[in-house]
């Protein structure tokens, strides 16, 4: 389809690691493994997991900013996956990413100005006169006023650091935003402020988002579709509404159990149990039976593939559809 921006296919990423006595002994991290999907014009794709399952690394992958074990990342027609440092310049304006921490992803020792000028430095666009209405412009678009140009990233909030971080991504007029934990890192009231930036900011250059949160309530509030990610995998995808109304795969419904409600713990709603597997030595066949309470000798001995009946919400499991039906 036309409005296809993003087709990612058997995505791997694998770290070699030396353990054992003189770290004579190699293991692979499988961080990312097959993982497949596709980001539409003005879409966005929720991406969540617990901690270490593998989001971050999935994003940072697409961008080849840790370079692929296997697989394609089809952008615009175009495989970028394993490209060099060179050859992915080009591809830098479009494909853009806003990190967890807004104070270590900015320079310290430069000034809001000079962060923000730099891309379009790098990239040979514009004059000094029509960069520096650029980096104005940016400052109005997150909602900082252009006297915060001549500051340092110290002299600022936890949000007010972020918002940079947001203008420095856009300053390229991207067409695919990765939003990495984007608001994790800040309070509740600000995180509100700046997740309704982003939707603002989406709306006004059409942007295709990747939003990876291990938060469900803030994927929700920004997602048209998520993907579950458990171990490496992606184990469900399919529409929000969907997700959200009838998960189909054990670990959705888990996650989606442990999400706090009034007058109950976590530890009360919550369906997993147990802790995340080694991803140097993941479980055979479905990763998650080590964990799940309706895992059958069939889970142990094959993998699952991605299947769906309707074409938009397809679930990883074996027994999904009894699950559904017995629920």
Not at 63 to 85: M, S
Not at 217 to 236: K, N, T
Request: charged share 20%; proline share 4%.
């Amino acid at each position: 389809m036309s409005d296809l921006i993003l087709d990612v296919q058997n995505l791997q990423l694998h770290f070699s690691q030396r353990r054992g006595i003189f770290g004579r002994e190699r293991a692979v991290v499988r961080a990312v493994d097959n993982v497949s999907f596709q980001l539409r014009a003005g879409e966005t794709l929720g991406l969540v997991g617990e901690s270490g399952c593998g989001k971050s690394s999935l994003g940072k992958a697409i961008l080849n900013l840790h370079r692929p074990t296997n697989g394609r990342v089809i952008y615009q027609g175009k495989d970028i996956a394993g490209l060099t440092d060179r050859a992915m310049r080009e591809y830098r304006r479009s494909l853009q990413i806003i990190f967890q921490d807004p104070f270590e992803s900015l320079n310290s020792r430069h000034t809001v100005s000079a962060i923000l000028e730099e891309p379009l430095l790098i990239h040979g666009i514009g004059d000094r006169d029509s960069r520096r209405k650029r980096v104005d412009a940016l400052l109005d678009m997150v909602g900082l006023p252009s006297s915060a140009s001549s500051k340092y990233p110290h002299e600022f909030s936890g949000g007010q650091r972020q918002r940079i971080g947001i203008a420095r991504a856009i300053a390229l007029k991207p067409t695919v935003l990765i939003c990495d934990e984007a608001v994790s890192a800040l309070d509740v009231s600000v995180q509100a402020q700046i997740l309704n930036l982003l939707l603002d900011i989406q709306r006004e250059l059409h942007l295709s988002m990747l939003f990876i949160s291990h938060d469900l309530g803030v994927v929700r509030h920004m997602s048209d579709r998520i993907a579950v990610m458990y171990l490496g995998q992606i184990v469900e995808i399919g529409d929000a509404q969907a997700i959200y109304q009838q998960a189909r795969h054990p670990y959705t419904q888990g996650l989606l159990a442990a999400i706090p409600k009034i007058g109950h713990t976590p530890e009360e709603t919550s369906q997993i149990g147990g802790d995340i597997p080694s991803p140097m030595a993941p479980p055979s066949g479905c990763r998650f039976h080590t964990r799940c309470a309706y895992a059958q000798e069939k889970c142990k001995a094959e993998v699952p593939s991605l299947t769906a009946k309707d074409d938009r919400h397809f679930t990883a499991c074996h027994f999904w559809e009894e699950l559904i039906h017995s629920a």
